[in-house]
Structures are given as structure tokens and as C-alpha cells.
């Protein structure tokens, strides 16, 4: 693959998160891919200063942060103690030398139906981390989940949603993620592409196809690029026309994946790149 391609190229640690740190450097250095984007577990089991360190010292890049949000709780002392985690995933990022920490906003609570009322909390939860973040260089970037996650996971379910939520507040601190795997689907996603281009609100562009049948815990059901119905090529069009010259990242969560060899997937995964991405 060009310079140029891998320059754009990000690979996200849970697309190959059967690596550790070290061996995904290692490997990100055999290929040529010169970004990652981080998950804050395992980069907390490794050491957060370590991973710093060794992501500098091997010349990455890191370009998000996974993840902070789950702000749609009602009882006090928990979003209390939401609020606090998020700071700290902020401040986990600014040290990783990130500009971006991406949310899963949360789904609802036990009990409720009220998505309105979630969403409301989340924007709440937002009028504190924003002026937070923005103070550490980093931005908040609200990730829209496809609906089949908005009971448990993510009460937003569209970068429209997504949108009406982060412009209230300053395009330097709360943005989206435009994530193929998630909004594939809607038909109304390029033109919210193009309203969050206009703002200066794409944050972080992710990739990753959809296939089916869904595996049991479809969590885990993000296909390899290339192997799903996602017109991939066409998505990378719609955030370029709207302005993104960003890193494009590739986060897949897949078993299958897991299981084979890091290494082997990774050279995989930067090969189907080229193939399905770039050409």
C-alpha cells in the first residue's frame, strides 16, 4: 500500500485485541500503519504512562480513545460517579496524546422507557465534561449506535440524534462519530454527514461491515471489510464531501477475528483497506 494510504489508516485495538500493546507496535511497524486507536482496559492493564511511552517512543499516533459516556443514569450518586469516570477517561486521553475520547452515551435504565428523559441527562453530563475536555485538548465525540443497542447500550441511535445533542455545545468540545457499522442503514446519514461537516463536528470516522446472519451476542458481529452489504468506498465519499481529511479507523469486534492469528488479521485488515477503502 502507498505512504499515502497508510497515512489515513488508523487500526483500531479491538480489531485485533487478542495483541497486547507490545506486540501490536510490533506489528503496526512490520505493516507500515502508523495510528491506533486505544480502548482504556487494556491500555490500564498494560499502565497507562507504559502504553504512552511505547506509542511514542514507536513513532504511532494514537487517534481515539475508547471509551467514555453510560450518562443516562438517574440515580444521583451514580451519574456522581459516571461523571467522575469520564473525567478520568479524559484525562487518560490527553495523556495518550489523543484529541479524542469517544462515548457510548448509555442505554436506559432499569425500569425505564423514557428515551427522551436519557437523552436529556446525557446533555447534562455533557454541559460539565465539555469545558473539561476542551481545557486538555481533547474532544468528546458522541457515537450513534445502531437501534438494536438503544434499550442497553446507547439511547442514540442516529447521527441526527447525535447532532441535536452536541450542538449545544462548542464544536471544540462535543462532536460525533461517524461509525459505518452503525448508521449504514440510514438513508438520512449522508445528509447528517454533511450538517455535522458543516459545524466542524466529525471527530473520528470508523469502518467496519455489516454482516449477516448476526452472531449469538451480535456485540461482537462486525465484519471484515469487505465481507458485508456496507458500500465502504461510498462512506469515505460522504465524509471527504463534508470536509473530514481525518484518520479512518477501522474497529472491528468479531470472534472470528479473535481467534486467528493478530498479526495475520491485521495484514489482512490493512490489505482489505486498499482493496475496499482506497481503490
Not at 504511532?60 to 444521583?76: E, S
Not at 441511535?157 to 460525533?176: C, I, W, Y
Not at 471484515?224 to 481525518?246: I, N
Request: aromatic content about 6%.
Amino acid at each position: 500500500m502507498s505512504g499515502a494510504a497508510l497515512e489515513r489508516l488508523s487500526v483500531n485495538q479491538m480489531t485485533v485485541k487478542q495483541l497486547s500493546i507490545p506486540e501490536l507496535i510490533d506489528a503496526c511497524r512490520e505493516l507500515g500503519v502508523r495510528s491506533v486507536g486505544l480502548w482504556r482496559e487494556p491500555v490500564r492493564s498494560y499502565g497507562l504512562k507504559a502504553t504512552a511511552a511505547s506509542v511514542r517512543d514507536a513513532g504511532l499516533t494514537v487517534t481515539t480513545l475508547c471509551r467514555g459516556g453510560f450518562l443516562t443514569a438517574i440515580d444521583p450518586d451514580e451519574r456522581v460517579r459516571a461523571v467522575e469516570d469520564n473525567r478520568r477517561a479524559v484525562d487518560e486521553a490527553a495523556t495518550l496524546g489523543t484529541d479524542t475520547l469517544v462515548l457510548v452515551s448509555g442505554g436506559l435504565p432499569a425500569g425505564s422507557r423514557d428515551l427522551r428523559g436519557a437523552r436529556e441527562r446525557i446533555a447534562d453530563a455533557l454541559g460539565e465534561l465539555g469545558p473539561y475536555a476542551a481545557e486538555r485538548g481533547v474532544r468528546l465525540a458522541i457515537e450513534p449506535l445502531h437501534p438494536m443497542y438503544a434499550s442497553d447500550r446507547c439511547v442514540v441511535s442516529t447521527l441526527a440524534q447525535a447532532l441535536d445533542l452536541a450542538e449545544r455545545f462548542p464544536a471544540d468540545q462535543v462532536g460525533v462519530t461517524v461509525d459505518t457499522y452503525h448508521i449504514w442503514w440510514d438513508d438520512t446519514a449522508p445528509g447528517q454527514i454533511a450538517r455535522a461537516g458543516a459545524g466542524g463536528r466529525i471527530h473520528t470516522f470508523q469502518l467496519a461491515d455489516w454482516t449477516t446472519p448476526l452472531p449469538k451476542g451480535v456485540l461482537n458481529g462486525r465484519g471484515q471489510l469487505g465481507d458485508g452489504s456496507v458500500d465502504l468506498r461510498e462512506w469515505k465519499g460522504y465524509v471527504e464531501a463534508a470536509g473530514y481529511t481525518g484518520p479512518i479507523e477501522i474497529e472491528l469486534f468479531n470472534e472470528g477475528l479473535w481467534a486467528r492469528d493478530g498479526r495475520e488479521v491485521l495484514a489482512e485488515t490493512v490489505a482489505r483497506f486498499e482493496e475496499h477503502v482506497i481503490r
